[in-house]
Every structure is written in structure tokens, then in C-alpha cells.
């Protein structure tokens, strides 16, 4: 099941709005718990105990690891946490990808397992690490009830598609949690709008992309209008599902963690890592490179750290050598950057745009392809190497039939509709008619989502990859 769909939308979220808000406090996180596991098993059942065994290792461990504290043992039991979490992803996300690899290494033929991947273990896997971890550094305590446990990194709202949620971020409101008609409020607005983003935006440029990658009628132009029809759908679907996580989060209480700050307005690579699946990036940076000794080392040392960063993270994306390239490319841009010119970067903004800009298309080049192969292609075909013509027929088409959600989207993600909202909050706050016209463009959004949902048959879940 997913966000975007009319049994979620229609059918699961208002039978499990009413049922947990009816419910008393103590019953709220078994309410909770059993309707994220529904809302997991809709599609795959069968991964739903593979979930729950490894929330089950992970309370044992975090058990364990509190109990013989200050004791060499915790460290074990911390080891074997990392590694019982990590075999699970390894194991269905990768295993393939070894053995492609091994057999083109050593000339074998062992066969492929054909895993189904399950849906959120990247994500999941990532949220019961960062709970073990932090309990032996007793930055938390442990989890004494597996419910409690398990309602936290099940909780459908973040469970497929992020953000990425600490447990030291919700220990507290696993407890104690505010259910206030303001702060459903504004999980409301905040769902619609990403749900909008979602499927009005999102996935209308999807269609375009799906276009160029079914023609033959190529052109030097139309990599560019694909590679960025591709930038904008990612942003619009990725922030879009945070968006509709942090609103259903606030429906139940929780509050989660912002995971897109406009990253196209960014003035260079480090500043878009800033404001780019913001839950990731300073997962890695506490969980992984400082551990490694981050700066506070030698920079040969800060080099190793920077690239074991960036080839974890480009991994953690995808079983294909593209993402690797992906990650280690910004590890090498970020790299730069930090040594040689971002102090030059900071003196001219409009260049320093440009430059970035640049170089994020190139890199979701990389991410938008299949594997290496498709790298070489892409690129060779995006700078005019490939022997293709500069401007095709159906590029001219396309660009005129997107172009007004093309436009939309670009504006929208350099924040001209925050500024706006802004604007208006600060000439007519508390104004009556303003809410009323909101109430009216919500309702709007939520008509022509539906209207979509119900007539349209494009409606792709990116994270199936991830």
C-alpha cells in the first residue's frame, strides 16, 4: 500500500484515524503498531516477520548491551546488533549484486536468487542501528517493552520512505505525545501538499520521462529535458512523501524531522547536501563518519573517512555500480570544495549557482541510469558524443506539452510558493478570508488528486529501487 492510492487514502487512514482516536492512551501505540503492520503486509505479508524478527534482534541487543554496560561483552552485543541488522539488508539487496560481480570476476555461473526486495528495509534497518548504537553510548535508554519498540520502527507513516527517524527524536512521544486540533491541522495541510506534490507534479512529469525512455527519436536536447524532468520528479516524489510523513506523523502526535529544505536554490554541493534528504546525510555523519574520527584527524585520514562516507551512501541507494560512481562522485566535489574553492563559491552567488546546478544535473544523470552501461551512454548522449542530433521532433513536442508543469515545478522548488505564503501570513494574518481561501485550495488539491488517482493509471513507487 501506498500513500498515493485511494485504498490508503479512502479506506485505511480514516478507519485508522477513528479507531485511534477513540481508543485510550494506553491502547494508542497497539493501535498504532497493528495498523502499520497491516499497512506493511498489504502487498508482501510474508515480510512483515522478517521486520518484526529484526526488531525483535534489536530489542534483545539493546537489552543486553544496557544490562552489561561498561563491560567489554556490551560491545559484542553491539557488533552482533550491527551485524544481524546488516545481514538482512545485505542479504536481500545485494546478494545479487555479489554474485553478479563474482562470477564476472572469477568466470562462474552461480546462479541469482531473484530476492524480492522489501519494501523500507533500507530505511528500517537504519532506524534499529541508530537505536542500538545509541544505547551503548547511553545517549538513550533501552526499550523494555518490544511493543513500544516495534510501534517505533514499524510506524507507518516514515516506515517505506523515510525520513530516516531516530529513536533519541521520538523516545519521549512513544510516552507522551500531544494530540492537539492545531497540530492535526497542520498535519492536514502538510499531507495534502505533499501528497499533491506527489501525484499532481511528481508523477505528470514521471510520464515524461517514461516517454523519452520508450522512444528512439533521441537528441542531444531531449537527455537534458529527460535529466531534468528526472531531478524534478525525484524532489517532488521524495519530498513529497516526507511531506505526507511529517503530516501523518502529526495526525498521531509525533513530530519528525524536515528532510528537504530547497536544495535547488543551494550555491554549492556542500549547501545541497545541507538541504537534501537531510535524515540520511546527518545519519551517516553520526553514525558513520564521525565514528571514523570525521575531521578531528590527519587529511589523508579525512579523505578515507569523506570516501567510506560517499561509497556507503551511494550504495545505500541502489545494487549497481552507478550508484557507487554516484556517491564517490560527490565525495570527490564535496572534497574539493572543502580543500580548495568553497570559500571562492561563497563570493559569487550567481556563478556559484550555476556551478552547482551543473553539476546536481550530472550526478542524477548517473542516478537515472540503469547501470555503468547506461552511465557511458547517457552522458556521452547528454554532451553531444553519440552521434545523435542535437534537436529531435519529439523533443520539441514534449517540451511544449510539459513545459507548464515544467515551469510550475521550477518555481516550486527554488520556495517562490513559501515566499508567498509567507507574504500573505505577514499582510493578512489571522485573516478569515485567508483561511477560508485555503480551506478552498486544499479542497481543490485534494479533489484533482483523487480525480487523478482514480482516473489515471501512472502512478510509479520509486522506492521499490532503494
Given at each position: 500500500m501506498i500513500f498515493s492510492s485511494i485504498p490508503f487514502l479512502?479506506?485505511?487512514?480514516?478507519?485508522?484515524?477513528?479507531?485511534?482516536?477513540?481508543?485510550?492512551?494506553?491502547?494508542?501505540?497497539?493501535?498504532?503498531?497493528?495498523?502499520?503492520?497491516?499497512?506493511?503486509?498489504?502487498?508482501?505479508?510474508r515480510y512483515v516477520f522478517l521486520m518484526?524478527?529484526?526488531?525483535?534482534?534489536?530489542?534483545?541487543?539493546?537489552i543486553l548491551i544496557e544490562k552489561f554496560r561498561d563491560k567489554k561483552i556490551s560491545k559484542l552485543f553491539l557488533i552482533l546488533s550491527v551485524l544481524s541488522s546488516l545481514f538482512g539488508l545485505v542479504y536481500f539487496k545485494y546478494a545479487d549484486f555479489?554474485?553478479?560481480?563474482?562470477?564476472?570476476?572469477?568466470?562462474?555461473?552461480?546462479?541469482?536468487?531473484?530476492l524480492a526486495l522489501p519494501i523500507g528495509i533500507s530505511f528500517y534497518t537504519f532506524q534499529i542501528l541508530s537505536y542500538t548504537i545509541d544505547v551503548y553510548r547511553n545517549n538513550v535508554k533501552a526499550q523494555k517493552n518490544p511493543l513500544t519498540l516495534a510501534t517505533y520502527v514499524a510506524l507507518f507513516p516514515q516506515l517505506i520512505a523515510g525520513p530516516i527517524v531516530r529513536y533519541s527524536d521520538v523516545e519521549n512521544q512513544l510516552k507522551n505525545r500531544e494530540h492537539t486540533f492545531e497540530k492535526?491541522?497542520?498535519?492536514?495541510?502538510?499531507?495534502?501538499i505533499g501528497l499533491s506534490k506527489k501525484v499532481l507534479i511528481?508523477?505528470?512529469?514521471?510520464?515524461?520521462?517514461?516517454?523519452?525512455?520508450?522512444?528512439?527519436?533521441?537528441?542531444?536536447?531531449?537527455?537534458?529535458?529527460?535529466?531534468?524532468?528526472?531531478?524534478?520528479?525525484?524532489?517532488?516524489?521524495?519530498?513529497?512523501?516526507?511531506?505526507?510523513?511529517?503530516?501523518?506523523?502529526?495526525?498521531?502526535?509525533?513530530?519528525?524531522?524536515?528532510?528537504?529544505?530547497?536544495?535547488?536554490?543551494?550555491?554549492?554541493?556542500?549547501?545541497f547536501w545541507r538541504r537534501w534528504h537531510i535524515s540520511l546525510g546527518t545519519w551517516f555523519r553520526d553514525y558513520v563518519y564521525i565514528p571514523l574520527g570525521g575531521n578531528r584527524?590527519?587529511?589523508?585520514?579525512?579523505?578515507?573517512?569523506?570516501?567510506?562516507?560517499?561509497?556507503?551512501?551511494?550504495?545505500?541507494?541502489?545494487?549497481?555500480?552507478?550508484?557507487?560512481?554516484?556517491?564517490?562522485?560527490?565525495g570527490v566535489l564535496l572534497t574539493l570544495e572543502k580543500f580548495y574553492f568553497l570559500k571562492h563559491l561563497e563570493k559569487h552567488k550567481i556563478l556559484s549557482h550555476i556551478y552547482t546546478m551543473f553539476f546536481i544535473t550530472v550526478s542524477f544523470m548517473i542516478f537515472a541510469a540503469p547501470n555503468m552501461e547506461g552511465v557511458v551512454k547517457y552522458l556521452t548522449s547528454m554532451f553531444g558524443f553519440s552521434?545523435?542530433?542535437f534537436i529531435s521532433d519529439e523533443f520539441i513536442y514534449n517540451l511544449k506539452n510539459y513545459a507548464f508543469i515544467l515551469i510550475i515545478a521550477i518555481v516550486g522548488s527554488v520556495g517562490f510558493s513559501k515566499y508567498i505564503k509567507n507574504l500573505i501570513d505577514e499582510k493578512a494574518k489571522d485573516s478569515i478570508v485567508v483561511y477560508i481561501l485555503e480551506?478552498?485550495?486544499?479542497?481543490?488539491?485534494?479533489?484533482?488528486?483523487?480525480?487523478?488517482?482514480?482516473d489515471g493509471s501512472f502512478n510509479p513507487f520509486l522506492y521499490f529501487r532503494f
Open positions: 479512502y479506506y485505511f487512514l480514516p478507519v485508522v484515524l477513528l479507531v485511534y482516536y477513540l481508543s485510550p492512551k494506553v491502547l494508542k501505540n497497539p493501535v498504532l503498531l497493528i495498523s502499520s503492520l497491516i499497512f506493511y503486509g498489504w502487498g508482501e505479508p518484526l524478527f529484526t526488531v525483535m534482534l534489536g530489542y534483545i541487543f539493546g555479489f554474485i553478479a560481480n563474482f562470477n564476472k570476476l572469477k568466470g562462474f555461473s552461480i546462479p541469482f536468487l531473484r492535526c491541522a497542520d498535519g492536514i495541510k502538510r499531507f495534502i511528481a508523477n505528470a512529469i514521471g510520464e515524461l520521462g517514461e516517454a523519452f525512455l520508450s522512444t528512439q527519436n533521441l537528441s542531444v536536447m531531449y537527455y537534458w529535458l529527460y535529466v531534468i524532468s528526472f531531478m524534478l520528479q525525484i524532489y517532488y516524489d521524495f519530498s513529497g512523501y516526507s511531506d505526507m510523513a511529517i503530516g501523518l506523523g502529526k495526525f498521531f502526535g509525533f513530530d519528525f524531522m524536515e528532510n528537504f529544505n530547497y536544495p535547488f536554490v543551494s550555491k554549492s554541493i556542500t549547501e584527524v590527519k587529511k589523508t585520514r579525512m579523505l578515507f573517512n569523506i570516501f567510506v562516507v560517499w561509497f556507503l551512501t551511494g550504495f545505500w541507494h541502489g545494487a549497481e555500480w552507478n550508484f557507487i560512481v554516484w556517491g564517490l562522485y560527490f552521434g545523435i542530433p480551506l478552498v485550495f486544499l479542497m481543490t488539491l485534494i479533489f484533482a488528486v483523487t480525480g487523478y488517482l482514480v
